[in-house]
């Protein structure tokens, strides 16, 4: 493995595959839901998969080639039948049916930068969803992220690990630069790779995540024609609240009536 192309959704699996502590929590509204399930932003099929194996019809989609092949990959011959990823984008997808849930889970809708791209966003979550068909978004409080405007903060080192395909040990470590008028960060997470008699190479990845609060969320979804469900602040359902580690809403499409 030798580009950034290949490296980064292993590194990614690296990074997050031992993450489990929202797969309980969609499936349980997985089973709520009438009908086959789509999430937005499924990278390396870290929740699709499982999902699929509960006994769930999924589909994916993710701007990233590279990731929806290494979730092929992942995909395990059983459930293969079962699990539909193709690349889209999520402000402009057109997948031909609907779908009971619909969820941008770990963050995704952190991607989307202006209002605009996720107001197109929440109109492609309506007219894709069935009529009482939930809509759920995970995302982080702000107070929960690292805020020194106008300049990076220094760099963290976050984990060293090996990476399966390759025996090399990994190390990973981030900074973060924050506009404050945009509720933008830029994180920088830089991967070094260390080989076989300490030859190392460098993956480094940026990637510019805006905040919205609950209020704006709030909003964002009325706009859409969406209602407001619950909003929890982690994966048990707990209340939202200043201490909350997570900002998960849970919205749905009105009935339709007569």
């Known amino acids: 493995m030798t580009s950034l192309q290949i490296d980064l959704p292993a590194l990614i699996d690296l990074d997050y595959t031992a993450f489990s502590d929202d797969i ?12 086959p399930v ?4 499924a990278g390396t099929g870290r929740v699709a998969i499982p999902l699929a194996e509960a006994g769930f019809e999924v589909w994916g989609i993710d701007n990233d080639e ?23 984008d999520m402000r402009a997808f057109d997948l031909g049916r609907d779908f009971g849930l619909i969820f941008a889970g770990f963050g995704g ?52 690990r ?24 830029r994180q920088t997470n830089i991967y070094d790779l260390i080989g076989e008699g300490g030859v190392t190479r460098r993956v480094v990845v940026e990637v510019d995540l805006r905040f919205t609060t609950s209020y704006e ?14 909003m929890f602040g982690d994966f048990e359902l707990g209340p939202y609240d200043d201490a909350s ?3 998960i809403t849970v919205a749905r499409k009105p009935e339709v009536t007569s």
């Open 109 to 160: 809708f952190h991607h989307l930068l202006t209002t605009d791209d996720q107001m197109r966003c929440l109109e492609r979550v309506r007219d894709h969803l069935q009529p009482g068909g939930i809509f759920i978004c995970d995302l982080r409080p702000a107070w929960e992220e690292e805020w020194e405007f106008g300049e990076s903060t220094p760099l963290f080192h976050d984990w060293t």
């Open 38 to 41: 789509l999430e937005l932003g």
């Open 24 to 35: 309980d929590f969609y499936e349980e509204f997985a089973r709520r839901a009438e009908g």
């Open 66 to 88: 590279a990731m929806l092949r290494r979730a092929d990959a992942n995909t395990p011959a059983k459930v293969v039948n079962r699990v539909h990823l193709q690349q889209g």
């Open 217 to 230: 969320m709030e909003g964002l979804l009325q706009r859409a024609g969406l209602e407001l469900d619950s």
């Open 245 to 247: 580690e997570y900002m």
């Open 162 to 185: 090996t990476l399966p395909e390759t025996g090399e040990t990994v190390m990973r470590s981030h900074s973060v630069h924050a506009d404050g008028a945009r509720q933008v960060k």
